[in-house]
């Protein structure tokens, strides 16, 4: 691996992006002795996708949920802040019956065996070893962050769903269209085999398996799933604490010149009354990291892209993913999640999570039909969440206004031909061209883990001047 000239210490250095692309770069940079890192958000708040809310004194997430020992960076970030896990286990499934409008739960180990006998739980049994041996044969791939050279190995170039079927694996389908589908990753036949790879190494898949086995209770904290007792978005919160950021940031134009990078912005300055008054302001910068996965016409609504950068963001796509929550009253859920198995289609909740049994909030999964979510949108998920609720005993608790409604344009991500035709590779040479980097979950997988490791190899190799780890 190449090591590059380190960047002074001393360099200005603008991030786009308070979300864990943006404050784990910063994060990084700032314990390689980088002085002048400024973090410019969009939103009053820091987290992205990590959204965390507090009711009655519980922390509830939003958006992203699990951490499994697996996720080693971001561990070793939480002890250096000092952000507290707690275990999260127990899983079961609903069916909706459309003709009856009525719902039951059933158990989630069978349905993905294909049966509760002896027979199935064996054959299940040696299909997730295969699983975990093909896995790990493969491990040296994976090692590395990011995608460069992915060519080199034409049978993971394929979908998730033809790579299962290649190695004998097919009748899995049912168990990873939990943590794949219904988070929001796509349906297996779309989703690159890497990516799913990636996420689903030996650590993570066992914590998946074990988290909704009934003996979970009984297992070790690292074997099962994980998340921060205050929320992700406390964590990063806590990240954010020795990071100097700018809220409320709206960056009007970015230029790039071979002096330097020209930002023009506003920011919120005064408040009177109810009147917000914004000023402009103009800096400079030695270097731009942009963390923002965002469509190519916002992006270029402020930043000159160039023709190859206009080409890579060009073929990226996105899954439309929204999480709404209620108060539900008269009813708590038999586990802490229950997914919605078979997959409903569009529009339905594919998840419904009880974080806290005491608590009547839940929150409800589900992908969009369409990629531009609208309010029609909301109101279709509205109303399946209102049906499968009342079939399941509960109601949407009227009296209480708690609700939330986020529709994210998720899992910034490429196809299978991408992988086969060095886009990656191209990716990674253009990082540093116009002083400009690009981080978040594009350029490994759309889970903190990746993208956090991603932003290391970034900083080490960029501006610390050394080999990646
Ligand atoms: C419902 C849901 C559940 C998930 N569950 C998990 C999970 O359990 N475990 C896991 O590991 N991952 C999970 N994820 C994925 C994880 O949340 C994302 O991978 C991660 O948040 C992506 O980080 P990012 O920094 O690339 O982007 P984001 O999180 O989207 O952050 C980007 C930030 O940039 C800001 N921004 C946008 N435009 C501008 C602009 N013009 N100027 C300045 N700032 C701007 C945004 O406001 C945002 O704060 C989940 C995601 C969702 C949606």
């Given at each position: 691996?190449?090591?590059?000239?380190?960047?002074?210490?001393?360099?200005?250095i603008?991030?786009?992006?308070?979300?864990?692309?943006?404050?784990?770069?910063?994060?990084?940079?700032?314990?390689?002795?980088?002085?002048?890192?400024?973090?410019?958000?969009?939103?009053?708040?820091?987290?992205?996708?990590?959204?965390?809310?507090?009711?009655?004194?519980?922390?509830?997430?939003?958006?992203?949920?699990?951490?499994?020992?697996a996720?080693?960076?971001?561990?070793?970030?939480?002890?250096?802040?000092?952000?507290?896990?707690e275990?999260?286990?127990?899983?079961?499934?609903?069916?909706?019956?459309?003709?009856s409008?009525?719902?039951?739960?059933?158990?989630?180990?069978?349905?993905?065996?294909?049966?509760?006998?002896?027979?199935?739980?064996?054959?299940?049994?040696?299909?997730?070893?295969?699983?975990?041996?093909?896995?790990?044969?493969?491990?040296?791939?994976?090692?590395?962050?990011?995608?460069?050279?992915?060519?080199?190995?034409?049978?993971?170039?394929?979908?998730?769903?033809?790579?299962?079927?290649?190695?004998?694996?097919?009748?899995?389908?049912?168990?990873?269209e939990?943590?794949?589908?219904?988070?929001?990753?796509?349906?297996?036949?779309?989703?690159?085999?890497?990516?799913v790879?990636?996420?689903?190494?030996?650590?993570?898949?066992?914590?998946?398996?074990?988290?909704?086995?009934?003996?979970?209770?009984?297992?070790?904290?690292?074997?099962?799933?994980?998340?921060?007792?205050?929320?992700?978005?406390?964590?990063?919160?806590?990240?954010?604490?020795?990071?100097?950021?700018?809220?409320?940031?709206?960056?009007?134009?970015?230029?790039?010149?071979?002096?330097?990078?020209?930002?023009?912005?506003?920011?919120?300055?005064?408040?009177?009354?109810?009147?917000?008054?914004?000023a402009?302001?103009?800096?400079r910068?030695?270097?731009?990291?942009?963390?923002?996965?965002?469509?190519?016409?916002?992006?270029?609504?402020?930043?000159?892209?160039?023709?190859?950068?206009?080409?890579?963001?060009?073929?990226?796509?996105?899954?439309?993913?929204?999480?709404?929550?209620?108060?539900?009253?008269?009813?708590?859920l038999?586990?802490?999640?229950?997914?919605?198995?078979?997959?409903?289609?569009?529009?339905?909740?594919?998840?419904?999570?009880?974080?806290?049994?005491?608590?009547?909030?839940?929150?409800?999964?589900?992908?969009?039909?369409?990629?531009?979510p609208?309010?029609?949108?909301?109101?279709?998920?509205?109303?399946?969440?209102?049906?499968?609720?009342?079939?399941?005993?509960?109601?949407?608790?009227?009296?209480?206004?708690?609700h939330?409604?986020?529709?994210?344009?998720?899992?910034?991500?490429?196809?299978?031909e991408?992988?086969?035709?060095?886009?990656?590779?191209?990716?990674?040479?253009?990082?540093?061209?116009?002083?400009?980097?690009?981080?978040?979950?594009?350029?490994?997988?759309?889970?903190?883990?990746?993208i956090?490791?991603?932003?290391?190899?970034?900083?080490?190799?960029?501006?610390?001047?050394?080999?990646?780890?």
């Amino acid at each position: 691996m190449i090591s590059r000239n380190p960047v002074d210490r001393e360099a200005r250095i603008l991030i786009l992006g308070a979300g864990p692309g943006g404050l784990s770069a910063a994060h990084f940079l700032s314990r390689h002795g980088f002085k002048n890192v400024t973090v410019f958000e969009k939103l009053g708040r820091v987290g992205g996708m990590c959204r965390s809310v507090t009711e009655d004194n519980q922390s509830f997430d939003l958006g992203a949920i699990f951490v499994s020992s697996a996720y080693r960076e971001v561990l070793r970030m939480a002890r250096c802040v000092g952000a507290e896990l707690e275990r999260f286990e127990g899983a079961t499934a609903f069916v909706y019956d459309e003709t009856s409008q009525s719902a039951r739960y059933h158990d989630l180990l069978p349905y993905v065996m294909g049966g509760s006998s002896l027979s199935a739980f064996c054959r299940f049994t040696g299909l997730c070893l295969r699983y975990l041996w093909k896995r790990y044969r493969i491990r040296k791939i994976f090692r590395r962050p990011g995608w460069a050279g992915i060519d080199a190995h034409p049978a993971l170039c394929v979908t998730f769903a033809e790579w299962l079927d290649h190695n004998g694996l097919e009748d899995l389908n049912r168990l990873f269209e939990i943590p794949v589908t219904t988070f929001g990753y796509g349906f297996l036949d779309e989703i690159p085999a890497p990516y799913v790879l990636r996420y689903m190494g030996i650590r993570t898949f066992l914590a998946m398996l074990f988290s909704s086995a009934p003996f979970a209770r009984l297992l070790p904290s690292f074997l099962v799933a994980q998340r921060f007792r205050y929320g992700f978005q406390r964590f990063w919160e806590r990240v954010a604490w020795d990071l100097n950021i700018r809220l409320n940031v709206d960056v009007k134009k970015i230029e790039r010149r071979e002096e330097g990078i020209f930002v023009k912005y506003t920011h919120p300055m005064q408040m009177l009354g109810d009147e917000v008054s914004h000023a402009e302001e103009h800096a400079r910068f030695d270097y731009l990291i942009v963390a923002c996965p965002l469509l190519l016409e916002e992006l270029e609504s402020f930043l000159d892209l160039t023709e190859e950068e206009r080409w890579f963001q060009s073929k990226t796509r996105f899954i439309p993913y929204a999480v709404a929550s209620f108060e539900i009253a008269d009813l708590v859920l038999p586990m802490p999640v229950a997914f919605h198995l078979p997959l409903p289609s569009f529009d339905q909740p594919m998840i419904i999570a009880q974080q806290h049994r005491e608590n009547e909030l839940m929150a409800f999964y589900a992908r969009l039909a369409s990629s531009e979510p609208t309010a029609a949108d909301e109101l279709r998920l509205r109303e399946n969440i209102e049906r499968y609720i009342g079939a399941l005993g509960g109601r949407i608790n009227e009296q209480d206004d708690w609700h939330s409604y986020d529709a994210w344009l998720y899992f910034k991500h490429v196809g299978v031909e991408e992988f086969s035709r060095r886009y990656f590779d191209r990716w990674e040479e253009a990082q540093g061209k116009n002083r400009t980097f690009f981080v978040g979950g594009l350029f490994d997988f759309d889970y903190v883990e990746g993208i956090v490791r991603y932003s290391r190899y970034l900083v080490e190799q960029h501006f610390a001047g050394r080999a990646g780890s």
